[in-house]
């Protein structure tokens, strides 16, 4: 395991190549996910069936060999586990009932009834455990509680999380007691992928960037370096990257605060800056924007390039800043890959 080239770049190796995957390499770019897709009939049961779970994690590294695999599966799969009701809507995307008052938090499930529900989530693990290329990493990963407490006080996404903030204002203790409940939850849900043979980690704060202050210490750090923590107490070893989303400027320190062996960036900062500011302190990841990915051409080469070179001092993860999006081309993921690895 140690030979992976993902994990030696999460233990702080500068490798003359870095390994690469990408954050929704599995989804509705590739036609064979559709395929998948529609077999399942809809999203949610995609998700709880192992068989094609698996099969969709497994797609992209069969075409393209990218040197992880990120479990398939949604963040809202923990607020499920915890009590609130979960829907999709076509074309519109997620819903839940929600969580809007401090007798609504404390008649959430307890963390540890969580994995009835998310059983069959490790079961798509020890799947891919088995049948993933032995060079590959399999990468785990979670919500972070900020970002996974603004779905569930919303009841979906929201374009600045006003529900969640206003949550804060109205009665902060309560909202504290919710990220309270998220955070040991995602401890044990991410323990039991750790169990079910994740070999890597991640936490996905993708609403980071609207916390500010006080805020960004109490509801992004704070429960990241909870978590981390925990999951270092329990497993040592296995590494945990951290992704707050739009952090800009706390980029800079977010490792050194949290304990995360790697801090993922976003393409809202720049590779220069972050090599000086954030690379100083350990691995990072990232961070072409996935935009390249829908227009391609020139332009996608050098940036990606670019991007190599400015990280090539130290240890380096390469990936979007954000997820690849549907209208994304395949072949210019190919043309990415060319660029990195020549």
Not at 59 to 88: E, K, M, N, S, V
């Amino acid at each position: 395991m140690s030979e992976k080239s993902i994990l030696r770049a999460l233990k702080g190796e500068r490798l003359p190549v870095p390994p690469v995957w990408m954050m929704r390499q599995a989804g509705r770019y590739l036609p064979e996910y559709r395929a998948t897709r529609a077999q399942a009939g809809d999203f949610l049961s995609l998700c709880y069936t192992p068989d094609l779970a698996a099969e969709v994690t497994l797609q992209p590294i069969r075409r393209y060999g990218f040197d992880a695999a990120i479990l398939f599966a949604d963040i809202l799969l923990l607020p499920q586990a915890l009590g609130l009701d979960l829907w999709f809507v076509t074309g519109e995307g997620p819903r839940l009932s929600t969580v809007t008052s401090a007798a609504q938090v404390a008649a959430l499930k307890p963390a540890a009834a969580i994995h009835d529900t998310l059983s069959p989530v490790y079961e798509t693990v020890r799947i891919l455990a088995r049948e993933l290329p032995c060079e590959t990493t399999l990468i785990g990963f979670a919500g972070a509680p900020w970002t996974v407490a603004t779905y569930m006080v919303a009841g979906r996404g929201t374009p600045d999380q006003a529900p969640a903030h206003a949550f804060i204002a109205q009665d902060r203790a309560a909202f504290a007691a919710l990220i309270d409940r998220i955070t040991q939850a995602t401890i044990d849900y991410l323990s039991a992928q750790i169990e079910a043979g994740a070999e890597v980690v991640k936490l996905f704060d993708s609403w980071a960037g609207s916390l500010k202050g006080r805020d960004f210490d109490d509801f992004a750090v704070e429960p990241a370096r909870r978590i981390i923590a925990a999951l270092k107490s329990r497993h040592p070893g296995v590494p945990v990257i951290a992704f707050p989303r739009e952090a800009g400027p706390r980029y800079a320190g977010f490792a050194r605060a949290t304990g995360a062996d790697c801090v993922a960036l976003d393409n809202s900062v720049g590779a220069d800056w972050a090599a000086a500011e954030v690379q100083k302190d350990g691995c990072v990841q990232g961070n072409l924007d996935p935009r390249l990915l829908v227009a391609g051409g020139d332009e996608l080469v050098a940036e990606t390039r670019r991007i190599v070179r400015a990280f090539s001092q130290g240890p380096h993860i390469f990936n979007l800043g954000h997820g690849i999006t549907p209208e994304a081309d395949p072949e210019n993921v190919t043309r990415m890959l060319q660029a990195i690895r020549g």
